[in-house]
């Protein structure tokens, strides 16, 4: 499988908004269970959202983001993106698309980062106060 791919991100102040969106393959989009990882230095990386095109279009989300983050697919594109809306600086971070071919409760709670395989090169996120 090809990795994922990022795009998107920025600079932002507090309380904005910013768009991430992630393209992979026709079989990942369909067959995988995706979602949004974060980092920053110094910090453990965070599974913030997550998502399975079988699961009915139920996407999960970290309590940290909830209610600011949102996921929207484009089927025909094979592109899930992250709206994140009223941006704190503690969401400044790189964002990674992630994806796992392992299925197993994509639907019912956050996986953890290391349940990830697969993972985009990242983008930056930055949010000023």
């Known amino acids: 499988q090809v990795q994922p791919v990022e795009t998107g991100g920025g600079s932002v102040q507090a309380g904005g908004s910013l768009r991430v969106s992630c393209k992979v393959s026709?079989?990942?989009?369909?067959?995988?269970?995706l979602g949004w990882a974060r980092q920053t230095p110094g910090k453990e990386r965070e599974v913030v959202a997550q998502?399975?095109?079988?699961?009915?279009?139920?996407?999960l989300y970290a309590d940290s983001v909830k209610g600011r983050f949102t996921i929207s697919q484009e089927d025909d594109k094979n592109t899930l993106q992250l709206q994140m809306d009223n941006l704190k600086p503690e969401d400044t971070a790189r964002y990674y698309c992630?994806?796992?071919?392992?299925?197993?409760?994509?639907?019912?709670?956050?996986?953890?980062?290391?349940?990830?395989?697969?993972w985009g090169q990242g983008t930056q996120v930055t949010v000023s106060s």
């Open positions: 992630v994806a796992a071919s392992r299925l197993h409760s994509c639907t019912v709670r956050l996986r953890g980062p290391a349940d990830f395989q697969y």
């Open positions: 998502y399975f095109a079988g699961g009915g279009g139920l996407s």
């Open positions: 026709t079989s990942m989009y369909k067959g995988y269970c």
